[in-house]
């Protein structure tokens, strides 16, 4: 699986709807986030709210670009919680906090329009 950043990429592949079911979405508040120290991009690592049952998960994303790590704080954000952690440098995030490319390539988080509880999940 690759990930485009180009928005005239054809789409992949057809999958099942069983299949997009296994992806589990869901939506959380940013309690806490600042830049990460010695990465090779411009990376925030956030602290995210999901709620009681998910609770608080960590997240590096590539987000400096159109955010300032206090700008962040309070934001709901969407983000996959059920991949398996990743090593970003010294940082390890716990959950892939989504979203999309801008003209220049830049990531715009992915967020409802109005707030909704912290661990609703994407149908």
């Not at 005239?8 to 709807?17: L, R, S, Y």
């Amino acid at each position: 699986m690759h990930v485009a950043h180009d928005p005239a990429a054809p789409a992949e592949a057809p999958i099942g709807f069983d299949d997009f079911l296994r992806v589990d979405i869901r939506i959380g508040t940013v309690i806490a986030a600042e830049p990460l120290a010695g990465a090779r991009k411009p990376t925030c690592k956030l602290r995210i709210d999901f709620g009681e049952t998910i609770g608080v998960k960590r997240s590096c994303a590539q987000v400096l670009a159109n955010y300032a790590p206090g700008d962040l704080v309070g934001r709901q954000v969407a983000a996959v919680v059920n991949f398996p952690p990743r090593q970003i440098g010294a940082a390890l995030s716990e959950v892939l906090t989504l979203g999309f490319a801008d003209a220049a390539g830049e990531v715009v988080l992915a967020r409802p329009d109005v707030a909704v509880p912290n661990g609703s999940r994407l149908f």
